[in-house]
């Protein structure tokens, strides 16, 4: 009984995990959404423009886009560690299921 209890347990926890893994996962891909299409914005902008830009514009673009490329990066490596917990809890929830 004890032992029926503590699975169910187990389970329960898994669940809530895999649950919040799945929302990490969706605010995720919902923050690289939008950190390309600030990245496609501020290539449109770019291409727009005909002469030099200011010195100072350039390289606040540059860190800008720097930033921007390393969020997507963090936010891809943290989709890839999700889903690999993810497949885990449904791995353990088909197991205990």
Not at 48 to 55: E, S
Not at 78 to 97: D, F, M, Y
């Amino acid at each position: 009984m004890r032992m029926q209890e503590s699975i169910v347990r187990d389970t329960q926890m898994k669940k809530i995990k895999y649950e919040r893994t799945r929302e990490d996962i969706s605010k995720a891909r919902s923050e690289i959404n939008k950190a390309k299409f600030l990245k496609k914005q501020q290539q449109a902008l770019q291409l727009q423009i005909t002469n030099m830009p200011d010195p100072l514009k350039f390289v606040d673009q540059k860190n800008t886009a720097v930033d921007l490329k390393n969020s997507v990066k963090n936010w891809e490596r943290k989709i890839e560690i999700a889903e690999v917990a993810a497949k885990k809890a449904r791995l353990v929830l088909r197991q205990s299921g």
